[in-house]
């Protein structure tokens, strides 16, 4: 009989390796994002969070451009992209010209006006920052609202990845649906709808247009993507300073960052170990750097809170 040798598994370098490979064969890739509105939501209901999750879907497809990642947030918008950017620009422009369009019927003309992606957004650069661009989308719900789980927020595509039960969602094809219901779901007068779209509860099913199954080739596991989103703090950091954005991180977050810090900048295992001056620097620093609020220095950085009040007196009522 003959006999057959069993290679053995890749080794975790391999497989980082072929992903690599992947990474520069698949891109180019872009996070195309907007500032947040200063004053005001875009959306104010979920029915408003339908229609542009629609028209996000509808208007891809029709750039030939491939969502990877999406939130749909209050105030602003978060895509991560495959193809080029002149097409990434063109799909967001069309996106905002129907959007306002709807805004405008429901009494909410120019809400749009001062929303707009940077002309100049450069591609991302690395299998590295790949990951952390899907992270931070992914998180940024989370780190925006108290109530929201990663993973399961409908108005992200947060809840596709490593998904199991993905498959047993039911969904129906969009050929099933009647014209007048194509309108309802869209708010197009000649809505042309792709005929791989699925719709589940009135909206385009996520896993019909967002290429999820490409995000996971090129994350190393479901635990390392679940590490990357919640515990990834030094990520989510750099790429909120790249976008000018102040990290959010919880207090069980900036604890670790604290811990870090006073090894790396003083030498010492513990915050506890630092002298009141070193304490006070290293609030400076989550202040600064991370963002952190005056009750989330005191209580990091083992500080009176009203000596903190006072070293920060423009943020004294955030704790």
Same mark, same amino acid.
């Given at each position: 009989?003959?006999?057959?040798?069993?290679?053995?598994?890749?080794?975790?370098?391999?497989?980082?390796?072929?992903?690599?490979?992947?990474?520069?064969?698949?891109?180019?890739? @872009?996070?195309?994002?907007?500032?947040?509105?200063?004053?005001?939501?875009?959306?104010?209901?979920?029915e408003?969070?339908?229609?542009?999750?629609?028209?996000?879907?509808?208007?891809?497809?029709?750039?030939?451009?491939?969502? =990877?990642?999406?939130?749909?947030?209050?105030?602003?918008?978060?895509?991560?992209?495959?193809?080029?950017?002149?097409?990434?620009?063109?799909?967001?422009?069309?996106?905002?010209?129907?959007? %306002?369009? !709807?805004?405008?019927?429901?009494?909410?003309?120019?809400? =749009?006006?001062?929303?707009?992606?940077?002309?100049?957004?450069?591609?991302? %650069?690395?299998?590295?920052?790949?990951?952390?661009?899907?992270?931070?989308?992914?998180?940024n719900?989370?780190?925006?609202?108290?109530?929201?789980?990663?993973?399961? !927020?409908?108005?992200?595509?947060?809840?596709? @990845?490593?998904?199991?039960?993905?498959?047993?969602?039911?969904?129906?094809?969009v050929?099933?649906?009647? @014209?007048?219901?194509?309108?309802?779901?869209?708010?197009?007068?000649?809505?042309?709808?792709?005929?791989?779209?699925?719709?589940?509860?009135?909206?385009?099913?996520?896993?019909? *247009?967002?290429? !999820?199954?490409?995000?996971?080739q090129?994350?190393?596991?479901?635990?390392? *993507?679940?590490?990357?989103?919640?515990?990834?703090?030094?990520?989510?950091?750099?790429?909120?300073?790249?976008?000018?954005?102040?990290?959010?991180?919880?207090?069980?977050?900036?604890?670790?960052?604290?811990?870090?810090?006073?090894?790396?900048? @003083?030498?010492?295992?513990?915050?506890?170990?630092? %002298?009141?001056?070193?304490?006070?620097?290293?609030g400076? =620093?989550?202040?600064?750097?991370?963002?952190?609020?005056?009750?989330?220095?005191?209580?990091?950085?083992?500080?009176?809170p009203?000596?903190?009040?006072?070293?920060?007196?423009?943020?004294?009522?955030?704790?």
């Amino acid at each position: 009989m003959e006999q057959y040798v069993k290679w053995p598994p890749p080794t975790e370098r391999q497989i980082e390796w072929m992903q690599e490979q992947l990474f520069r064969e698949s891109g180019p890739f @872009y996070h195309l994002s907007t500032k947040p509105l200063e004053d005001g939501l875009i959306f104010e209901c979920d029915e408003e969070r339908r229609i542009a999750f629609n028209l996000m879907a509808v208007t891809a497809k029709e750039f030939h451009i491939d969502i =990877l990642a999406f939130a749909l947030m209050s105030n602003h918008f978060h895509f991560i992209i495959r193809g080029e950017l002149v097409d990434g620009l063109a799909f967001f422009h069309r996106l905002k010209k129907r959007l %306002s369009n !709807y805004f405008a019927r429901r009494g909410r003309p120019g809400i =749009l006006n001062a929303v707009n992606v940077d002309p100049d957004t450069p591609a991302i %650069s690395s299998l590295t920052q790949f990951r952390n661009e899907i992270a931070y989308v992914i998180r940024n719900p989370y780190v925006a609202r108290t109530d929201v789980n990663p993973f399961a !927020y409908p108005w992200c595509s947060g809840f596709l @990845y490593f998904n199991p039960l993905l498959g047993s969602l039911s969904s129906k094809s969009v050929n099933e649906l009647s @014209y007048k219901e194509k309108r309802s779901m869209t708010r197009m007068t000649n809505p042309i709808l792709d005929s791989q779209f699925r719709v589940r509860e009135g909206m385009i099913a996520a896993e019909s *247009f967002v290429n !999820y199954k490409l995000v996971e080739q090129l994350f190393p596991s479901a635990r390392k *993507f679940t590490w990357w989103v919640l515990k990834n703090v030094e990520a989510q950091v750099e790429t909120s300073v790249r976008m000018g954005e102040k990290p959010n991180l919880n207090d069980d977050e900036l604890f670790v960052t604290a811990q870090q810090l006073s090894r790396s900048e @003083y030498g010492r295992d513990s915050v506890k170990e630092l %002298s009141l001056l070193q304490r006070k620097e290293l609030g400076i =620093l989550l202040k600064n750097k991370w963002g952190a609020s005056n009750g989330q220095v005191a209580r990091i950085a083992q500080l009176d809170p009203r000596a903190v009040d006072a070293m920060f007196p423009l943020t004294a009522k955030k704790r």
